[in-house]
């Protein structure tokens, strides 16, 4: 079955470390995106890419960066440069197409101590 | 520019009640809407979706029609189960940029 995966479901690190977040998707869309979420929260996006090799800023990208270097995998690294990086990470993929909504993960809680 | 606003939450309701969750958007052009539904600890999924005027969306027991003279799209659901206790987003997608933009989030609580 075609989906995506995100890993691992809970990620604890400490204050100061990189930490880099893995979403892989065998649906074939060109699109991807990183969503974070806070307790009670909507979501806001980070980062977005539209096709390998080229990604945008989403509205909170600082403290964030990203690849795209093949069409399955759009890896999120969470640098010592983000102030409060404890959250819930959602990513999705999408088809080019505005008829269709987004795939999303079951999600990467991340905990800084 | 793009936006998306739900009716403030959480929702609690006993079971078997009837649900409606409010949804009005502002957009360019002529946009998509969606449903989403996210469990706790979870990511979302879609639940039902609508692409023109006039459209009803439908699963699981809810509906939702794009009502372009209104600018809504209100979730609706006959009689709602404990089961559907979960925090419902209402999304839409613009044909200018092609990205999701989502509202904050209706929270539903059903008691049994």
């Known amino acids: 079955d075609g989906g995506i995966t995100q890993s691992p479901k809970y990620l604890f690190r400490k204050e100061g470390q990189n930490v880099t977040l893995s979403c892989e998707q065998n649906?074939?869309?060109?699109?991807m995106y990183w969503y974070r979420q806070d307790p009670g929260q909507g979501l806001r996006l980070i980062y977005y890419?539209?096709?390998?090799?080229?990604?945008q800023k989403g509205d909170i990208a600082e403290g964030y960066s990203v690849s795209r270097e093949k069409k399955e995998s759009f890896p999120l690294t969470v640098t010592s440069a983000q102030k409060n990086p404890t959250a819930f990470y959602l990513c999705?993929?999408?088809?080019?197409?505005?008829?269709?909504?987004?795939?999303f993960g079951s999600g990467t809680r991340l905990t800084v101590v | 520019g793009n936006s998306v606003t739900q009716m403030e939450g959480p929702v609690t309701l006993s079971e078997e009640a009837f649900l409606t969750i409010n949804c009005t958007y502002t957009?360019?052009?002529?946009?998509?809407l969606f449903w989403y539904v996210q469990y706790p600890g979870e990511g979302l999924q879609l639940l039902l979706k609508a692409t023109k005027a006039d459209d009803k969306g439908s699963n699981k027991g809810f509906e939702a029609t794009y009502r372009k003279e209104t600018t809504s799209f209100h979730l609706e659901k006959g009689s709602v189960q404990v089961s559907d206790s979960a925090v419902y987003f209402c999304a839409l997608r613009a044909s200018n940029t092609g990205k999701l933009i989502f509202g904050q989030g209706t929270t539903l609580q059903v008691k049994p």
């Open positions: 999705a993929s999408s088809t080019g197409t505005d008829n269709y909504g987004y795939t």
């Open positions: 957009a360019t052009g002529y946009p998509s």
């Open positions: 649906l074939n869309h060109d699109a």
């Open positions: 890419s539209q096709i390998v090799n080229d990604f």
